[in-house]
């Protein structure tokens, strides 16, 4: 199944180690759900504490795209900035219960992978059991191999849930996003 979002154009599928790895242009994005940051920059945000808000929250986003939810990992990719967390929906507008944070996307491009154990299993992993997601999969494997780098330090790296099971307690899918750009010396040799 392809899966794609209102938000995003595939400009590119590739097939590296036999998975599917689609190149994606997003537009400008709006985020409703909870966000919460380290005190520091070197410490982890408190992830329970996020989702404990996010999950306490009474209130349902208006204008929210059914089926599909995220966790954002914010300022990974920085050592300026204290990373945080988000747990939330794609929407359509910033008009949203009190109860919520927004969060913005600047248009982007992303490097996108299932993750599952199918995709751990041909990039040499171990599956991925939650925690940090493992960004470096993309960021230091498949994109040096297709030409690209880790792009902006401000975008997000960004786990895409959609379909949950409630029986199983598991969703159908998640997608991992990372922020790349084009190499400039893959550039210089075209």
């Known amino acids: 199944m392809n899966i794609q979002h209102p938000q995003e154009t595939v400009i590119k599928t590739y097939h590296y180690n036999g998975i599917t790895v689609d190149l994606l242009e997003w ?3 709006l985020w409703c759900g909870k966000v919460g940051y380290a005190a520091n920059h070197t410490d982890e945000p408190d992830v329970e504490k996020i989702m404990e808000d996010f ?14 939810d995220i966790c954002m990992s914010i300022n990974y990719l920085s050592c300026e900035r204290p990373s945080g ?6 929407v359509t507008t910033d008009v949203q219960p009190e109860c919520f944070d927004i969060y913005r996307i600047p248009s982007a491009k992303f490097l996108r992978i299932r993750m599952c154990g199918e995709t751990a299993t041909a990039l040499g992993c171990e599956p991925w059991t939650g925690g940090i997601p493992p960004y470096h999969w993309i960021g230091e494997q498949i994109a040096p191999a297709l030409g690209y780098t ?21 969703h159908e899918y998640c997608y991992l996003y990372v922020p790349v750009k084009e190499k400039q010396d893959y550039l210089n040799c075209l």
Not at 55 to 65: G, H, T
Not at 150 to 168: N, R, V
């Open 85 to 90: 967390v988000m747990f939330g929906f794609l």
């Open 150 to 170: 880790y792009g902006s330090d401000t975008l997000p790296i960004i786990e895409y849930y959609g379909f949950f099971k409630p029986e199983a307690g598991t």
């Open 55 to 68: 999950m306490s929250v009474c209130a349902i986003p208006n204008n929210r795209e059914e089926n599909w």
């Open 27 to 29: 537009s400008e994005t």
